[in-house]
């Protein structure tokens, strides 16, 4: 039997698993999964919000679309044990272990009432509220029901506040023990909520307005339904330690229940532990597992089940379908003749509450537990993988990204090169789905590109003046590293996880979650006809591999592309986790090995190692050490000659980032005053990398490798010519190595380049895109250049004779490339609200349509 006292020790102890034989078991992943740093003993879900009880005695918020925590309820002092929204859902009612029942007004969280009895009543395990009434009842573990009516001009002088539960003598702590002396109080809440309350806040219970013994146990749930004889009246239906169900009519004058007009069901010892119902079906979960369903107009038991092998304490039902979660951390889900329709495993410890919402076509059953976690479930009729009727919602684009992230779309390692053509191809459906035209364009030998094309309907005269708008994105991810030992993903990379508000996941970020957002973005203009131009997608598989075949293949089908206006991208961060940004710069690079080879085999140190013999890693390590000087700086001659020098209008953009950085640190320390040097490092002056230096032979330390091999790369910037840089480093280091006079080859290899990107910030499109970040964040963003790079861009501009513009989707955490790669739901969503909106009216800005 569970209590009230087990919860408090719930935390860290996962009960053990029951292991029930059943037939169906089918797996389920929540849709998403919130952490609140302690039991969750209550979930209420209005159309908006997720509203979670606590063991802190906090009720949290969550924004039902992007699980965004958005505020925390704090007008308890024990752990909420019950939450209750109004049938209009503009109040919400909590019930804690404080033995206080606060109401709070939902539209503006705050808290209207909190409301106390004046008897010592412990727990206050479940409460109902009745709109129609305006009554509130409570079930408390003194085994009473109590309720108080809004509605009366109830002026008795209160007790004094002395009678408040916080104020009164404490059942154990205020006790006198062996020797008479009190057992020492605990410290005073500080945050004591009495006394920073309102006097009209405070409303005390009748002390006629309770039913002692109500049920001989504790109350632990109740439920306000429709009367079945009486048509219009409400009937109080509770649940208790007893076994014992009462079904109580209501006065609805006076909102009084009374014994005498009360009926008991008993179904045998279990206690009732919660309780759900429809129609007149009442739906009781019991203590070992025991589910009894009774008919509440004959108010007879219909059938009794082993439901669980632990305690039942969840009970949730909606049409045809009614949810049950145990002590166990199950689910089990039954039809209406309760034949079990399906189970799993929802929770590691109790589920200890549990809630169903309809959102947007799709059932979510929301459950919490001693795991410090609410889940969310999609627990609606599974359709196929793809619905016909594509449908555009966040909750579609969010399963489509699932779907992509599965595909390990690796470039670059040819065990992957049919997850890239699967994902190339569930891209080319999705555009289809859409209503576009969609192939794939072969590339040499590489990863397809996915060509997308949506085209407004057909309108006299408007053809030879509509704009075409190319969207560039890629759907290869770098490899995830999963196999390496220490990796640090808290979920499979390759399973998107919806986590506190974050989808975790290679490629969400980068570039995935972006791509689907354009995609989904044109989608939804194209189906709602709202197209105002042709916006034409390339969605490559090679980026992270530096664009192999790109250029050749749009050259190849440039005129099928083409004519092009604009050119978008979203494929970067903003520059913290805060403020909204637009990119006008990216960097080019150059990737590039070196190889240093002696042409004897790799020997041991003790036996041949001599001053005679020249190492090639000490080569290489004497080689690469001429690249920069030992204060850093890149020494490859005419490096820094070609960097563009700085305008005061370039200045000035830096300067409006060090302004939004004034009140708070960049990245938690570097301050506003070096924040300037800081960003042009990274964004206006190229640097310098070693990525690593591998040597041939077995790696222990006798051996003499007889090669080495260096990865380096360099990041370019505005007016570095690419083909200058290549060459030049080249040169410089065949030009070093001749002068070690070794006997040893080097060789030196370009593996990929990509030009550097300067857009400009006042054309159009950076105007809409400005102008519609604003709108859809609030917020004026920033303009950014970045230090990463992307090879398409510049090519892409100069093929088609137009100008990029780039929308970082992405927060500075976002970690892309790294383990944990993660992207916010409400970046994701916004970022597709931003690019619907920018399609849509950049096209309109000086063109009449
Ligand atoms: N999206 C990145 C580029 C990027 C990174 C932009 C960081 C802004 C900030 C892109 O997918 C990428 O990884 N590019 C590579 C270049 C490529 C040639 C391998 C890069 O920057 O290293
Ligand atoms: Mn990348």
């Given at each position: 039997?569970?209590?009230?006292?087990?919860?408090?020790?719930?935390?860290?102890?996962?009960?053990?698993?029951?292991?029930?034989?059943?037939?169906?078991?089918?797996?389920?992943?929540?849709?998403?999964?919130?952490?609140?740093?302690?039991?969750?003993?209550?979930?209420?879900?209005?159309?908006?919000?997720?509203?979670?009880?606590?063991?802190?005695?906090?009720?949290?918020?969550?924004?039902?679309?992007?699980?965004?925590?958005?505020?925390?309820?704090?007008?308890?002092?024990?752990?909420?044990?019950?939450?209750?929204?109004?049938?209009?859902?503009?109040?919400?009612?909590?019930?804690?272990?404080?033995?206080?029942?606060?109401?709070?007004?939902?539209?503006?969280?705050?808290?209207?009432?909190?409301?106390?009895?004046?008897?010592?009543?412990?727990?206050?395990?479940?409460?109902?509220?009745?709109?129609?009434?305006?009554?509130?009842?409570?079930?408390?573990?003194?085994?009473?029901?109590?309720?108080?009516?809004?509605?009366?001009?109830?002026?008795?002088?209160?007790?004094?506040?002395?009678?408040?539960?916080?104020?009164?003598?404490?059942?154990?702590?205020?006790?006198?023990?062996?020797?008479?002396?009190?057992?020492?109080?605990?410290?005073?809440?500080?945050?004591?909520?009495?006394?920073?309350?309102?006097?009209?806040?405070?409303?005390?219970?009748?002390?006629?307005?309770?039913?002692?013994?109500?049920?001989?146990?504790?109350?632990?749930?109740?439920?306000?339904?429709?009367?079945?004889?009486?048509?219009?009246?409400?009937?109080?239906?509770?649940?208790?330690?007893?076994?014992?169900?009462?079904?109580?009519?209501?006065?609805?004058?006076?909102?009084?229940?009374?014994?005498?007009?009360?009926?008991?069901?008993?179904?045998?010892?279990?206690?009732?532990?919660?309780?759900?119902?429809?129609?007149?079906?009442?739906?009781?979960?019991?203590?070992?597992?025991?589910?009894?369903?009774?008919?509440?107009?004959?108010?007879?038991?219909?059938?009794?089940?082993?439901?669980?092998?632990?305690?039942?304490?969840?009970?949730?039902?909606?049409?045809?379908?009614?949810?049950?979660?145990?002590?166990?951390?199950?689910?089990?889900?039954?039809?209406?003749?309760?034949?079990?329709?399906?189970?799993?495993?929802?929770?590691?410890?109790?589920?200890?509450?549990?809630?169903?919402?309809?959102?947007?076509?799709?059932?979510?059953?929301?459950?919490?537990?001693?795991?410090?976690?609410?889940?969310?479930?999609?627990?609606?009729?599974?359709?196929?993988?793809?619905?016909?009727?594509?449908r555009t919602t966040e909750d579609e684009l969010l399963s489509t990204l699932r779907k992509l992230v599965s595909y390990r779309t690796v470039a670059n390692d040819p065990k992957f090169s049919e997850d890239c053509r699967q994902g190339a191809s569930l891209l080319k459906s999705i555009f289809r789905q859409f209503g576009a035209q969609s192939f794939l364009i072969p590339t040499d030998n590489r990863n397809p590109i996915v060509f997308g094309r949506f085209t407004p309907p057909e309108t006299p005269g408007v053809e030879s003046k509509r704009q075409t708008i190319l969207f560039y994105g890629h759907y290869d991810v770098i490899s995830a590293g999963e196999d390496t030992p220490n990796n640090q993903w808290i979920t499979e990379p390759f399973e998107m996880t919806g986590m506190n508000s974050y989808l975790y996941g290679r490629g969400v970020s980068d570039n995935k979650g972006p791509v689907l957002a354009a995609i989904f973005a044109a989608g939804e203009l194209a189906q709602n006809n709202q197209l105002t131009c042709n916006i034409v997608f390339l969605i490559e598989g090679e980026e992270e591999s530096g664009s192999r075949g790109f250029k050749e293949a749009v050259q190849k089908y440039h005129d099928f592309i083409g004519p092009i206006d604009w050119i978008l991208l979203a494929n970067s961060y903003w520059l913290d986790d805060e403020a909204p940004c637009v990119t006008y710069g990216l960097r080019g690079v150059v990737h590039a090995s070196v190889e240093i080879q002696s042409d004897r085999p790799d020997l041991h140190s003790g036996v041949d190692g001599s001053r005679e013999s020249r190492e090639p890693v000490i080569d290489m390590v004497n080689l690469l050490a001429k690249l920069t000087s030992d204060g850093g700086k890149i020494m490859i001659p005419g490096f820094h000659e070609m960097v563009r020098a700085i305008t005061p209008a370039e200045e000035a953009m830096y300067t409006e980032i060090e302004n939004e950085f004034s009140s708070r640190l960049f990245r938690g320390s570097i301050t506003s005053g070096r924040l300037k040097e800081h960003l042009m490092s990274r964004w206006r002056y190229p640097s310098l990398t070693i990525h690593r230096v591998n040597v041939s032979g077995p790696t222990n330390a006798t051996i003499i490798p007889r090669s080495a091999s260096a990865a380096i790369s360099l990041r370019i910037v505005p007016d570095q010519k690419l083909s200058t840089v290549t060459e030049n480093l080249t040169s410089f280091l065949y030009n070093q190595f001749a002068t070690f006079s070794s006997p040893n080859q080097l060789k030196i290899s370009i593996d990929h380049v990509s030009e550097w990107w300067l857009g400009d910030p006042l054309n159009k499109a950076f105007k809409t895109l400005a102008r519609v970040v604003e709108e859809v964040w609030e917020k004026k963003p920033l303009f950014i250049r970045e230090g990463g790079s992307i090879p398409a861009v510049r090519f892409l501009e100069m093929e088609f004779g137009a100008s990029a513009a780039h929308l970082p989707c992405g927060q500075a955490s976002d970690a892309a490339h790294l383990d944990n790669e993660r992207m916010r739901v409400a970046n994701l969503y916004k970022s597709k609200t931003i690019m619907k909106k920018v399609f849509r009216e950049l096209p309109l800005e000086g063109v009449d349509v």
């Open positions: 039997m569970w209590n009230h006292s087990d919860l408090l020790l719930l935390n860290s102890s996962p009960a053990a698993s029951a292991s029930v034989a059943v037939v169906d078991t089918n797996e389920q992943t929540p849709l998403h999964r919130v952490h609140c740093g302690g039991s969750v003993l209550a979930i209420a879900v209005s159309s908006d919000h997720i509203y979670a009880g606590t063991q802190g005695g906090d009720i949290m918020v969550f924004s039902l679309d992007t699980y965004d925590h958005v505020r925390d309820l704090k007008g308890h002092s024990g752990c909420i044990l019950a939450l209750n929204l109004s049938q209009d859902e503009s109040l919400l009612v909590s019930s804690a272990g404080d033995a206080i029942i606060n109401i709070w007004r939902t539209k503006t969280f705050e808290n209207v009432h909190r409301i106390y009895s004046t008897f010592d009543i412990g727990d206050i395990f479940c409460v109902a509220y009745s709109s129609k009434l305006s009554s509130l009842y409570l079930g408390a573990q003194n085994t009473s029901i109590q309720w108080y009516d809004f509605r009366s001009t109830d002026k008795r002088p209160r007790a004094s506040l002395k009678s408040h539960p916080s104020r009164r003598s404490h059942r154990f702590f205020d006790s006198l023990g062996p020797g008479g002396s009190a057992t020492p109080q605990p410290p005073v809440d500080s945050s004591d909520v009495l006394e920073s309350c309102h006097e009209s806040q405070l409303v005390e219970i009748d002390p006629l307005n309770i039913v002692q013994y109500a049920h001989f146990g504790y109350v632990y749930c109740m439920l306000l339904l429709q009367s079945f004889t009486k048509e219009g009246e409400e009937i109080l239906v509770s649940g208790g330690g007893d076994g014992s169900i009462k079904i109580w009519e209501i006065d609805s004058e006076t909102s009084a229940i009374k014994p005498e007009k009360s009926k008991t069901l008993s179904s045998g010892d279990s206690g009732v532990l919660c309780m759900a119902t429809r129609d007149q079906f009442l739906y009781c979960g019991l203590t070992d597992g025991e589910i009894s369903i009774w008919d509440l107009d004959g108010q007879a038991l219909i059938r009794s089940i082993k439901g669980h092998q632990d305690d039942v304490l969840t009970m949730t039902v909606r049409d045809n379908c009614i949810w049950s979660g145990s002590a166990s951390g199950y689910v089990r889900k039954w039809s209406q003749r309760f034949e079990l329709l399906g189970r799993w495993k929802a929770h590691d410890g109790l589920i200890l509450a549990s809630d169903l919402k309809s959102v947007k076509g799709r059932d979510l059953y929301f459950s919490g537990g001693n795991d410090d976690c609410i889940s969310v479930w999609d627990v609606s009729c599974q359709e196929d993988d793809f619905p016909a009727a594509y």
